[in-house]
């Protein structure tokens, strides 16, 4: 597609569930981020993959969090025993990676993510 | 830990005002500065700055930065109702080369 996508655009559970988050990014873009957002702060870094390798992870807030981009394209963003605190828009980024200063990413629509 | 600071956090003007946006930050190894709006839900990007003094202009828009001060100016001039957003300010650095640290936005309305 010519933008990023997300899947599911909501996603309603449980305390305790497990939720998977889907990212397809640009294609040819080597780089992908996860970022989340709540209500009326700036994106939160979580991590991001230089094709297929987390490059930085430092932004997972504890280890129910865990992302993985095993061919170097979709990412999933997975949480176990989601908490309500968890809730959020969950944002995904692209970009080439190539030049020295970084690269513009480019966002997907989000994923809103509402833990009861 | 890498900090933006935006002011002002709201701002509400009239349709054909002129705007401008700050954001001031503090980050080790500096590597750019990216200005995004977000209406909806996406944040869409407007401007990568990386060298101090040089403007970036894109029709009413336009950006600056001072590395020697630390922060970056957005100027909107002639203002429309579809300016109306959240304009969001982040910068590139430290150690990770890809992680963007945000600052907590600018809610620009524009009223007719």
């Known amino acids: 597609g010519a933008g990023v996508s997300q899947t599911p655009s909501n996603k309603v559970t449980e305390k305790g569930k497990y939720v998977e988050l889907r990212c397809d990014p640009i294609?040819?873009?080597?780089?992908l981020y996860w970022y989340r957002q709540s209500l009326g702060q700036g994106p939160e870094f979580l991590i991001y993959f230089q094709g297929t390798g987390a490059a930085d992870d430092s932004g997972l807030p504890n280890d129910r969090f865990f992302a993985v981009r095993p061919e170097g394209s979709v990412s999933t963003l997975k949480i176990q025993r989601t908490e309500r605190g968890d809730s959020a828009v969950y944002l995904c980024?692209?970009?080439?990676?190539?030049?020295?200063?970084?690269?513009?990413?480019?966002f997907g629509p989000g994923t809103r993510l509402t833990v009861l | 830990e890498d900090k933006v600071v935006q002011s002002p956090l709201s701002l509400v003007v009239h349709e054909g005002d002129t705007v401008t946006l700050n954001c001031s930050y503090e980050?080790?190894?500096?590597?750019?500065l990216l200005w995004y709006k977000q209406e909806k839900k996406a944040p869409t990007f407007l401007f990568m700055l990386t060298s101090s003094g040089i403007e970036k202009k894109s029709g009413r828009l336009s950006s600056i930065l001072d590395k020697k001060e630390l922060f970056s100016i957005l100027n909107i001039t002639a203002t429309q109702t579809g300016d109306s957003a959240v304009y969001l300010c982040a910068v590139r650095g430290g150690t990770s080369y890809g992680k963007l640290t945000f600052g907590q936005g600018t809610i620009l309305t524009v009223h007719p």
């Open positions: 980024a692209s970009s080439l990676m190539g030049r020295p200063g970084g690269d513009e990413q480019f």
């Open positions: 980050v080790t190894n500096f590597r750019s």
């Open positions: 294609s040819g873009h080597t780089a």
